[in-house]
């Protein structure tokens, strides 16, 4: 089993930057992707950035790419996402999610389903 715990959500105004943590314990060593998903009330849950462990290649959603950039620290097993120039519809609950399968060999954008392991989520509020 692995165990995801988020931090770092919150609430700021339009264009400002919020960074969000997600901390990986249990077998880890059965997990190859990380990614970040996000869910707005009465929206589908949606994924955002996904890294592999092995060589922590990148992928995003097309609707944050050039603002978000995740990234890990291997040693602290964390993953990271840095939200920048955040837009009010960045407002969702944000989850960490893990899988034991690259994610470049699953379809894009990423499915929930695809991914084994969840975080309890972090909520994300920007204001206009």
Known sequence: QVQ???SGGG????GGSLRLSCAASGYIYSVASMGWF???????REG??????????????????????ISQDKAKNTVYLQM???KPEDTAMYYCAATGRVWFALPWPPRSSDYNYWGQG???TVSS
Not at 11 to 14: H, R
Not at 38 to 44: I, N, S
Not at 48 to 69: I, L, P, Q
């Open 4 to 6: 995801l715990v988020e």
């Open 84 to 86: 920048n120039s955040l």
């Open 11 to 14: 609430s700021v105004q339009a």
């Open 38 to 44: 996000r869910q707005a009330p009465g929206k589908e």
């Open 122 to 124: 972090t909520q994300v």
């Open 48 to 69: 955002v950035a996904v890294t592999d462990r092995g060589g922590g290649n990148t992928a995003y959603a097309d609707s944050v790419k050039g603002r978000f950039t």
